[in-house]
C-alpha cells in the first residue's frame, strides 16, 4: 500500500507538470488575410485575439515594394506570460483597437503601438507584442539606462574600441583619441545615430566592464520597466544574434525617456556642433537632427530613426497636442510609399482624434512586473546570450520549463521507485 502510494504521488507530480506547462508548440503569429480598407469604422465588439483563436484581425497594410532581406532570425519561444504584459487585448498577432473607432491608416510596419507618454493608456497596436529586431530605436534603452548615471559636462577620450563598428554604418564622426563632453557625445548619438557614440556612452556607464557591462545594464533596466521581450547584443542597435524587441516594449522605453527633460532637450536638438580636435588634426563640423518629426509635425517632441537590412526601418516618435502626448511605436517597416516619421505622423493623428478614454491596455510602470509576488526576476543575461524563456522564473513558462519540470518529476518517481525496490530486497534478506 505504501508502495502504491508514492508511486501514485509521484505521477501526479509529473502529470501536473504537464498540465501546467502551456501549448508552446501553438504558433501565435500565423499570417493573416487581407487588411481592412483605411478610413472606414471598424466592427462594434472589440476586437481582440485571444491565446487558442484561429486567426487575428488583419491590421490595414500599405502596398511595399519588394525587397532583398536577410533571413529573419528565429524569434525566442513564445512566453504567453509575456504577450498579456498591459492587457490580455495587447495578446494579438493583429489588431487591437477600441471598439467603433475609425479604423488606423494603412503603414508598411509589422508591428506597432500608439500610446499616452501620461496616463499610459495603449489607444491601439498592431501586433504589439510580436518580436522584431529594433535597428537603431535601441538606442533609446541606452539613454533610459544611462542618462541618469553620467555626467554631460564629464570630458571623455574616445579609444580605439570605441570605433569599431560595422564598416557603413552610421557614425557621427568622432575620432579615436578625440576628446569630447558627454553632452556632445549624446546629441551624436540622438541626432545622427552615432554607432560609435553609443559605443562610448556603453563604455563609461558599464563600469569596471565596459561596453559588455553597458549593455548588460541595459537588459537589467529593460527587465524592471516591464519590456520582458526586449533583449539588447550591441549598444547601438546594430543587428547581433539574439537581439530583439517589440512595439509594446519600445512604448516603456520611450515613455521613460521623454520623462526626463535632458533627453526632450536633445531630442528636439536641431543644430550642434562637433568640436575640432587640435590633437588630432581635426576640424569641427556641424550635424543636424534626422528626425524629420521635429521640423514637419506641429508638437513634435523627438524620436529616434533605426534602420538596418535585417531590421528595415524602425520608428519611435512622440508629440503633443491639447495638453495630450502620445507616442508612436513603428517595427519591420519600408520607406515607401509614406516614410517612417511620416508614418508615424498618421498614426498620432489618428491618436490624437481618438476620445482620451479610448484604450485597449496599458503600459506598465517600472518595477511593477518585479515587485509582484509571482513573478521573480530572472538572472542578468549575458551580452550575445538570449533571454531564459521565462520571464517570470517559474518553471512552467515555456518549452524548457516544461522539460524541466518533466525531468525532475520524472527523476524523483525513479529515485523513490528505486529506493523502495532496495528495501524490499534487503527485507527479504534479512528474513530467517
Known sequence: MRVRLLTTTATAVLLSAVVAAPAVGADAR????????????LGTESLVYRAGATRAVPCPRAAAPAVSRPPRPSPPPVVPEDRV??????????????????APPKITATSWLVADLDTGQVLGGCGPHEYATPASVQKLLLAATMLPR???????????ADMRIEPGSSAVGLV????????????????????????????????????????????????RLGALQTHAVTPSGLDGRGQFTSAYDLALIARVCFADPTFRRYALTELTRIPAQPAKRTKGFQIQNENQLIYRYPGALGGKTGFTDL?????????????????????????????????GAALLDWGFALPRSASVGRLVEPGELSATPTATPSPPAAPGQARPAAASGSVGGGASGFWAAAGLAGAAAVLLLAGLVWRRRAARRQAP
Do not use: I
Request: aromatic share 4%.
Open 311 to 343: 531590421a528595415r526601418h524602425t520608428y519611435v516618435g512622440a508629440a503633443e497636442r491639447d495638453g495630450r502626448r502620445l507616442v508612436v511605436t513603428l517595427l519591420g517597416g519600408e520607406p515607401q510609399p509614406k516614410r517612417g516619421w511620416e508614418q
Open 30 to 41: 500565423q499570417r493573416v488575410g487581407p487588411a481592412r480598407a483605411a478610413g472606414g469604422t
Open 85 to 102: 504584459v498591459g492587457g490580455p487585448e495587447l495578446d494579438t498577432a493583429g489588431l487591437a483597437v477600441p471598439a467603433g473607432v475609425p
Open 176 to 223: 579615436e583619441g578625440g576628446r569630447y563632453s558627454v553632452e556632445t557625445v549624446w546629441l551624436g548619438l540622438l541626432l545622427n545615430s552615432g554607432n560609435e557614440a553609443a559605443n562610448v556612452l556603453a563604455r563609461l556607464g558599464g563600469g569596471a566592464d565596459g561596453a559588455a557591462g553597458g549593455v548588460r545594464a541595459m537588459n537589467e533596466y529593460a527587465r
Open 150 to 160: 553620467l555626467d554631460p559636462k564629464q570630458v571623455v577620450t574616445v579609444t580605439a
